[in-house]
């Protein structure tokens, strides 16, 4: 296979190592959802499955066959004939089949799981590839445990399965056991004790026991490997695969590796949520790229940075990985230009609120709550109505109601502007319409009250409720909020925050 002497394959083993995990199985309809969003990501290969190890793998690889059209799909082998030839029907609908066969390599291995020698081993490699050679022209061969394998030994299996027809050579840490720098000689060594390696592609292939699943990938293609396989959110057994999102991100972010891929990286965040809710596996929110922290900043002196100047603390852009912006959580740890920058984010005009006063408040919110303050409790902070949250706004002193059947519903209203106190009593078809009636009395400026939505924020009938209100002054809108175990009081303060934001 001739290719760019920079590209990196990528091959995406979620279906076939990532599904291998107790509690991931897909259905065969679920795998080909997974395999068409595999290829709008732009993987090069697809492992489909290891079809002979159940009816289920097998129809799957069959089905994926027929859906995919543009990456190739592979299907895992051990070394014996019944394997390939159930991989070589499962293949018959692929465009581009791939059958990926191979043995152990490691002295461990070749001892203790098939009670053989070196030469008996080597014999199956070559045999092995020899017969998937005569079904389908695109034959990898993996290594197994060739982290832990002899490397003068691995370079004699590798050259003689490259001999028999292999077109990629996978040289798996199969038990995710090697540093980043003995991973990258062993792929070094290869290169340059595999007299034929030129005439195939070197596979990374990594499991992250030791949490250096990415690392050793990067080694190995930076020694000269051009294929890494992987899987979406570096799902796998044990402690996992080598992460799809990190080993791209990472060749995106360093150029001067001079490596790349064929990513549509904008797909990580889609289809990162697309396979953790159907393989039931939660991803963790401090997780490398799509982690629902990944670009979420807490404390106070990081989000000051970032805010003044990005790049000062990100290093990457969360549109790439398809995640619409970074964010900056509210803590107690925030300051003040993080609270600000929501409530600019919200729609406040900061010039005239209290930003001292409301950050008070904020600090001794964020100090009593052990998750990260949501908008409703920003909104609350400016609408509770303990203090001036506008500097010249109406706040509202009194507020007293009479209604029932048969009254006429009737609000009296006690409103203070710039120190000065004013009174109205107004009446309405309910007590919000008196209340509002009452305010305008006041007011006396032309306001249109354009929606009204009333909201319990818990369920209860003795919940907080939370009051949105939109209104339109001189052609212009504005929307308030108000939160109040009263309704009326609620929309009361609903009612004032939107007409502060411009009185
Ligand atoms: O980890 C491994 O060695 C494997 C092989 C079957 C490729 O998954
Ligand atoms: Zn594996």
Not at 221 to 230: P, S, T, Y
Not at 297 to 325: A, C, T, W
Not at 431 to 445: E, H
């Amino acid at each position: 296979m001739l290719h760019d002497p920079n590209r990196v394959y990528v091959f995406d083993t979620t279906l076939r190592d990532g599904e291998q995990v107790p509690g991931c199985q897909l259905s065969t309809p679920e795998k080909i959802e997974i395999a068409i969003a595999l290829e709008a990501l732009g993987v090069d290969v697809i492992e489909a499955g290891f079809p002979i190890s159940s009816p289920g793998d097998f129809q799957s690889v069959v089905e994926l066959s027929k859906a995919v059209k543009e990456p190739t799909i592979c299907a895992l082998t051990r070394a014996n004939t019944g394997d390939i030839d159930a991989a070589v029907a499962a293949l018959k609908y692929a465009k581009h089949p791939r059958i990926h066969t191979g043995i152990g390599s490691s002295d461990m291995h070749i001892k203790y799981k098939f009670n053989s020698t070196r030469e008996q081993i080597l014999e199956r490699a070559v045999a092995a590839v020899k017969y998937a050679k005569k079904f389908v022209e695109d034959i990898e061969f993996y290594a197994e445990d060739a982290g832990r394998a002899d490397n003068a030994f691995l370079a004699q299996m590798i050259e003689a399965v490259i001999a028999a027809g292999a077109t990629v050579v996978n040289i798996p840490d199969t038990n995710g056991y090697c540093l980043p720098d003995q991973y990258g000689s062993k792929i070094l060594y290869l290169k340059e004790n595999v007299k034929n390696i030129d005439q195939a592609i070197i596979s990374v292939h990594c499991h992250n026991d030791l949490g250096l699943a990415t690392a050793n990938s990067l080694a190995g293609l930076v020694n000269g490997a051009r294929q890494v396989e992987c899987t979406i959110n570096g799902i796998g057994e044990r402690a996992g695969n080598t992460a799809l999102e990190e080993v791209v991100m990472v060749l995106k972010t360093h150029h001067a590796l001079g490596l790349n891929t064929n990513i549509n990286t904008k797909h990580f965040s889609d289809i990162s949520r697309m396979v953790s809710k159907m393989m039931r596996m939660p991803v963790q929110p401090n997780k490398a790229i799509i982690g629902q922290n990944a670009f979420a900043h807490s404390s106070g002196i990081h989000q000051d940075g970032f805010l003044k100047h990005r790049e000062n603390y990100e290093i990457m852009n969360p549109e790439d990985v398809g995640i619409n912006s970074a964010d900056i959580i509210l803590t107690a740890r925030s300051g003040r230009h993080a609270l600000k920058h929501h409530l600019e984010r919200l729609g406040y005009e900061i010039e005239r609120i209290n930003l001292d006063q409301i950050y008070e408040r904020f600090l001794v919110m964020a100090d009593g709550k052990t998750t990260a303050i949501t908008d409703d409790d920003i909104l609350f902070l400016m609408t509770d109505g303990k203090e001036e949250s506008y500097k010249n706004g109406y706040k509202l002193n009194l507020l007293q109601v009479l209604c029932g059947d048969p009254l006429t519903p009737t609000a009296s209203i006690r409103l203070e502007h710039n120190g000065v106190e004013k009174e109205a009593m107004a009446s309405g078809n309910g007590p919000v319409n008196a209340t509002i009636n009452a305010i305008q009395s006041i007011v006396g400026t032309d306001i249109l009250l354009k929606e009204f939505t009333i909201q319990a924020v818990q369920g209860g009938s003795d919940d907080v409720s939370k009051v949105n209100i939109k209104i339109s002054h001189e052609g212009k809108s504005y929307v308030g909020h108000g939160f109040s175990t009263d309704i009326v009081k609620a929309s009361a303060h609903a009612y004032l925050d939107a007409m502060n934001k411009f009185m």
